[in-house]
């Protein structure tokens, strides 16, 4: 059964519909790449998903543990090559305002982040550059 359905709306547009949710997202080709730039672009989405599984994945850990990730902030920056044209880089600059003060779980917490499904499933040559700013 399928996950997603998506169609393609003209003008390097797509709309994909999250089938169990019925959330939507629509994508746009970006600027610098024939597009409008007026929507997430597939790689935006590539390089999004990294941080909010990253997160994901450190939120279970945290669950388990009965730590709180209030505050827990991050952004993401995309590196694309010229040619070919493919994501070249990732970075992700964690921010948590109030993190815990045990470095045990500070480990762990990076540990379920490096590990998440997405950073094992991104093609190697793909730097991914995780800076923990806590």
């Known amino acids: 059964m399928p996950t997603i359905k998506s169609s393609y709306l003209g003008n390097l547009r797509t709309n994909s519909e999250h089938l169990q ?3 939507t997202l629509m994508t746009d080709a970006p600027v610098d790449n024939n597009g409008k730039g007026e929507k997430f672009s597939p ?11 990253m997160v994901t994945i450190m939120g279970i850990v945290a669950n388990r543990e009965n730590v ?52 094992l499933s991104l093609d190697p040559e793909i730097k991914q550059t995780i800076n923990f700013n806590f």
Request: with cysteine.
């Open 68 to 119: 709180e990730l209030d505050g827990l902030t991050w952004e993401v920056t995309k590196i694309m090559s010229a040619s070919p044209r493919k994501i070249q880089e990732i970075i992700i600059d964690f921010h948590w305002e109030n993190p815990v003060s045990n470095t045990v779980m500070i480990q762990k917490l990076k540990n379920a982040a490096r590990t998440c499904p997405v950073a």
């Open 21 to 23: 949710s019925g959330t």
């Open 43 to 53: 790689t935006d989405l590539v390089s999004s998903a990294l941080g909010s599984c």
